[in-house]
Structures are given as C-alpha cells and as structure tokens.
C-alpha cells in the first residue's frame, strides 16, 4: 500500500475512533462525575469559614475601636461590621446542617433564642423561662454567680469562662458566646415590640468612666462599663478563635481534617447525601419552619432571629444565598472575586435537564421573596413589623417567603432522588465524623 | 455599608468551569457508578445485626446522636420536606408563653395559675426532670398532683377524671401564678437517707423524700388531702408507643397472675376526651392519659394554664375569684392549629440508638437483664401498628423495654393516690429506651416517679412489690455482674 494510502487509512480509523469515543460518552459538556462537586462544595465551604474570619477579625476592630473611644460613631462602626460579619457567616450556614462536626461546634457560634438576662440589664417586660436560674444572672454586675446551688466566679470575663456559661445550669436558653450575645452587648434589647426601632444601648454603656458610665438610662457603677468592655471583647475574641477551628476543619492539603475525610473517605453517595441534606434542611426545618414559621404564627418578636439588631431579613437572605452557592458551586466572596467550580445544578441537570431547571427556577423564586423582606426593610418596615398580628400584607409578604422555601425544600428532595440518594435523612452511625 | 448590601447576581449567567474531555478510567468509574446504582447498593451501614436487640432501639425513626442533643431530634425517617413541622412544634414547646394581653398574641395566656412558662423547663432538652436537691431548691421540673378521696355523690367522677380534685386547688398544684394572683402554695422538701447492703459489701444510700406544701394561698387543705409528687418524663419515642397495637399491650397484662409469675400487669381504663369515651392509658407515671394529643393538651391546661378546644376552662377553682376574673389570652389559647404542630413534635421525637461500646459486658447485663426478670415488666421488644396520623411511625420495631401496663410497686414507692384504676402502690412500668443517655443530655435528671433515685442502680434498689424478687437478685450479684447489668442498661 502506498505511504498516501496508509495515512488515508490511518486517518480514517483515527476518525472512526474519535467518533466511536464520542458515541459512546454523553452529550453536552461532558459527564460530571460526583467527586470534582464534592471536591468544590469543600473548596466553598473553605471560602465562606475564610471570609467569616475575616469579618470577624474587622468586628474585633471595630469593637477595640469603640471600646477604646466610646461614642455614638464608633458603636455606630461596630454595629456595622457585625453587621457585615454576618453577610457571609449566614451564607455558611448551610454546611452546618448534614456536617456532624459543624453542627456540634455552631451552639457557641449561633445560638438562638437566648434569656439575655444572663448577660446585662433587661426591662422589666423581659420574658425568660421561668426555673432557668441562669435567665436574671446580670453577669455583668455580678462577679460572681449563684446558679442552682453552683457558685461561679466571674470576677474575670475570659472567652473560657463565657463558653462554660453556655447552657449552665441545663437551659438551652443560656447563651453567653457568639454572634447573638455580641449583637445584645451592641444593640441592647429591642423594646418597640412590633413597631419601628431596634435595640437602642446608648454608647455610654461603655464609657470607663464613674461620671458618665450607664446601664441604659440609667447611671450605673463603672464597673458595668468595665465588665462591659471586657465581656464585648471576650466574646469577639472566642468567636474569632471558633472560626479558626472551623476554617482548620475545611482547609485543603491537611491530612486529616474534617475536609480530608469528607472529600477522600466518606463514600460518594454519603457525601452527596450531606451536601443536599444541608441544603434541604436549612431551607424548610430552620428557615421556612423554626426562623420564619413560628415567628409568623405567633406574631412575636420573641421568635425573630436577628432581633436585637433587626437585621432578620438579611440573616434569612444570605442563608437562602447559602444554599443557592452550594447548588451552584460558586461563592462570591467579600473581595468579589468568584469561587466557582462543578456544582450539584451539573450533576443534576446531567441526569435530568427539567428538574435542574425548575430547582433553578424555585431557588431563584425563594431569593426573590426573600429579597422582598430585604426591600420592605429598607423602607422601613423590618421583619418584626412584617410579622404584627396587624399587618396583613406584611404576614403575606413572610408567607410568600416560607411557600417559596416549601418549594424549594420539594424540589431538593426530588434532585436527590435523581442523583441517587434514595434516603435523604440525617446522618447515621455508619461514619464516625 | 457596602458590604452588605445584596449580590444581586442572575445565577446562570456566572462562569462555571467544566470537566475537560472524558478519559477512560472516569467513563469506567462512571459505569461502575451507575451498576451501583442501578443494583440498589447503598453502602451498609449498621453494624452486623443481633436479631434481640438491634441497635436501632426505634426502628427507621432512630438516631444516632449521642450527645446533649441525643433526645431533640426529629424521628430519622420524616422526609426534609415535612420536618417544618417538628421545628415548628419544637419552637412552641422551647419559648414561654406569656401573659395575656400581649403583642404575641398567639403565645399569651399563661395562667392565671402555673408550674412553668415553657414545657421544655420541665422536659430539661427534651429529657427527665429531676427532683429538688432540698428544701429551697427549685421544683420546677416536678409537680404535686393533688385529690380527695370520692364520697358517694362524687364516685361517678372518677370515671372521666381518675381521682377526685381538691375542691379549694383542683387536681394539681400550682406554685406560681400571674401578677395580681395568689400562688397555690410551695413545696418543700426533706430527704431521709438509709443505707442498702448488697451482698458484695458495697453500701448504696437511697434518700425517701418527704413533699409537704407550704403557704397555702386559699385556706387550709383539710386532712383528706392526697398527693402524688410527679417528674417530667422524657420526650423520646411517644409517638411509637402510641403505636403499639392495643391487643399487643393487652397480651401481656395478667391482672390476676393467672401465671404465677408473682407478676400482674393491668390495663389502666382511663377516658378519652376526643372520643367521649374509656380507652387504654398509655402516658404519665400511671398511665392516665391515652393519647399524645390528650396528654399535651392536659399538661397546657394543668401545667401552664392554657386552654385549648378541648379543655377551654382555666384551672381555677370557685373560691379562686382572682383567677377566674384574669384576663384570657383567647379562646382558646393555644390554637387547634398550634397544637397540632406541638402534637406532631411530641409524637416524632426520636429515640436514640443503643450503643454497643462494651459488648461482651453488655451482653452479659442483658443476659442478667432477663434471668433476674427484669423483663417481665421491661418488655423489651413490639412491633408498631399502623398509626393513621403518623406514617413514619407504622411498621417499626422497637425495643422501648417496657410493657405500659401497671404493676404494684410495693409500700415504699406508693403515693396511695388513686388514678383511674391504677392503686395507690400501682405504677406503670416507664420505658427504659435512652436511659443511659439521660445524664449526658441533663447531668440533675434523676429517676422514678418523684425523682428520688439519683442512679439507675438507686432506681432498682427502689422496686418493691411485684418487683422484689427482681430487686433481690440485684442485691446478690457480684460486682462484675452488677457493673455488666449497668452497662447494659447504660447501652440503651
């Protein structure tokens, strides 16, 4: 055969080859395979814990500042950056629900409701649970306590002693760390019920100074101002040493962290089970049932989650955010740039193109009404007025939230079954981590 | 402020980077991938079954949680998409609910009189009470149910009621009340210990405890006063022992001790609210209540002073003018809808699994467990019935060791208060499933009825009656077979 005719020859075959190859792959951009998505839902996991450092360490800032020079601007600061440290801290919550070792570690990070009473001063109106001896400890005018026969000295208020507080005497209503007892020591307690206004702490709350020093409208000891100072800066200081452990749980490259487990040992399946459990729970259990449910229900401002701060339509955005990164595979983080990488919506829309489009459609949907919350709030009206028994279009606006997250929920449930994770509960004692 | 403003992002429109071409390792992977699937391989998980004694103590719905948290979890079972409603009933049973009028107006009306503002101050995270370390130490996680004994006009009561109230403080006391309303009175008390001997040396103290009220609010008692001093008992696993199939329950009563055994068991006939008529005590330390729904809406009622549809009165006696002039939180107070996600809560609270970290000690406990006849009355094993109302909880078996029928407990442990038909020394056996998480999810929890004993091991040295020879065999066994019985029960 001439030399022509054996490379025509070759060329052919090499073409039937390559369309063999084709035939015989899928379609589209290529088949996604489960693992590069677990691998991603750890790198956003990684990012979100990264960035919620960060704005920890500028809420430290902040607090220094103001602590340092008290005045109605620097409160006004540090209210700001707790603010901004919780726009990404929401967005990481949906790795805390199907993740055992995040969901252990979130009581000191996030828990919520709390008898703020065990921290500072209340109103008189301040409603607790009643045997919870804990609930009108006042620790900042006490240096020592007595709690259901337990003396406790906290003489010093050290990130140590603050975390031992945390459900003393045996109610979960004890909540001395974390974000929603700094939010209390910046804000104060919310006493317009469901009308305007949140917490109002006037800043001489910390003024180190006997002339000056308040608990509220009232003239206090300054010790109060002191203890005060200390208590704001302990409980920055622990959370900021909470999310180091957490970022340590998702960082890449560590032998045998949290990350290495997930992504290297648990089966796929068990993986992929985590991912969507996490995001299905957050969206119905906590956001649409335990946050936005009851409250509705109710009508109390007792319920809201951001309540001393009447930040509770952010908080409930960026959780939703949370699950719609995840879905994704993509984050944006405070820098702006974008984490992106393969997602659950490829490996979905992979084995059913309809259903990622209407997951798609319902967490778009979700993110609308929620951002409805958000817009109400920038005019004026927050999530505690939206939830008054008299508010009928505000009740419907929250309504429309909870439905669209009902949806959402359903929709996890169906792509779960589409990728092969025919039971999609909690997990089990088959894994250790 | 920028920061956070809202990322207003259409999510489809954003970069997502894609696999590169197929190799052929991915294809086989993804090949091998599918045949899993499609051969409905799920990677097992449990350890190798024991057919007595599964670890999944309740069924599908089991956890496997064992920390502070091991009795607030949702039945394992519930779909994602109806788990809103364990969350939300959890919520209402978790937050006080306030005093009518106010803002919150679908959680107001506590009172006039109360024991507690929240059910979970009681059911400590879901789990046990505990008795009061001494005479000033709080008792809100135990309560004094109170009676008088029936006359001939009031015998006919008994049917619908169980026991007579006390026509001052009606059928239970109430300690704290609303601003404005006098408290019921106080209890206080005394402890008085003894020593046991068992036949190895080793002496355990048990404390009798001694409830006197004090600072009566509406007149002196009279001497026909009865009380029966009652723990919270633990949420886990209700649903599934409503479950239960009647006739199974019914199998293993002996009311007459046709067998010999030394051993009884008898229904409790007691009323039921929603039907209008007797059916089987299943709930409460003598099985008084027959139903989750009926026993939520009772302690609504007794404990917190909430009405419902179907118990829409205040507990407020005639001469209690105050409390029957206060204010209402709305009729009802707690919603039918609000009590249905409370029902539904209560029902799905799952039972943790048994843990077996010691098992060849643990297997010789439950060996112990069986030949010392412990499970004569700690059934251990039923298989549930269909519950209409509650699908994850049909079908399941179950190991919650008891057999929810009463059994005379001997003059040491009776309150000679009547219930229904259980006696006054007659209690119902209380499941044991869980129990050996009960410290780690509350370290003050105690055990038995008035929460006298403060270690599983007091709790048996306190069985009497039908029990004795059961607590006898306790008393004489070596140290490694006691310590192996306490592992075992520890396991659950």
Known sequence: MPKSARLVVIGLCALVIAALLWWVGPRGAGPVAPQPVIEQYAELAH????????????????VNLFTANPSGETLAKARSAWRTARVPYMQSEVFRFGNPPVDAWEGQVNAWPLDEGLIDYVATSYVYEQGNNAAQANLIASPSLQ??????DATELTPKLLADLNEIGGSEANVATGYHAIEFLLWGQDLNGTNAGAGERPYTDYVDDPEICTDGEQKAPVSHCQRRIQYLQAATELLINDLEYMVGLWAPNVADNYRAKFVNELPENEALRRILFGMGSLALGELAGERMKVALIAHSTED??????????????YDALGIANVYHGQYERRDGSLVSGPSVEDLLTDSDHQAAAELDAAMETALTDLNELVQSAKQGQHFDQ?????????????????????ELAGEIQRASGLVGISKLQPDNAGHEF | MAAFELITRKSSSAPRSRRGPVSWLSVLTLAALVALVLSGCERSTTAPPKPENPSRSGGATTVFDTSDKAYSLPAANIPITKRDRFFVGNAFFKQPWVIAPASTDARDGLGPMYNTNTCQGCHIKDGRGHAPVGPNADSVSLLIRLSIPPTKQTRGDLGKFGAIPHPLYGGQLQDRAIPGVTPEGRVEVTYTEHAVTLADASVVKLRKPRFEIKDWGYGAPGDELMISARVAPPMIGLGLLEAIPEQAIRKGA?????????????????????RDQTAMGRYGWKAGQPSVRQQTTAAFAGDMGLTSSRFPEDDCRPVQEACLQAASGGTPEVSDAILDEVVFYAEHVAVPARRFDKPKQQAQGEALFKASGCAGCHTP????GEHKDAPYLSGQTITPYTDLLLHDM?????DHRPEFSASGSEWRTPPLWGIGLAKTVSS????????????LLEAILWHGGEARPARDSVVQMSRAEREALLAFLNSL
């Open chain 2, 444 to 455: 003050k929890a105690t055990f038995l009825h008035d929460g006298r004993a403060r270690t």
């Open chain 1, 147 to 152: 709690i259901g026969g337990e003396t406790v």
């Open chain 1, 47 to 62: 990012a979100v814990y990264a960035d919620s450092l960060l704005a920890a360490h500028d809420l430290h800032d902040a």
């Open chain 2, 254 to 274: 002996d009311p007459d001790d046709a067998d010999g055994d030394g051993i009884s068991g008898r229904v409790n006939t007691v009323w039921d609210f929603d």
């Open chain 2, 410 to 414: 001997g003059e040491e442990l009776a």
């Open chain 1, 386 to 406: 939206l939830i008054s028994s008299g508010n009928a279009t505000g009740n419907k606006k929250v309504q429309a939230a909870i439905d669209s997250l009902v």
């Open chain 2, 381 to 384: 094993k039923f298989v549930t």
């Open chain 1, 304 to 317: 809201e989650h951001d309540c001393f701060s009447d930040n509770t339509h952010n908080s409930h955005y």
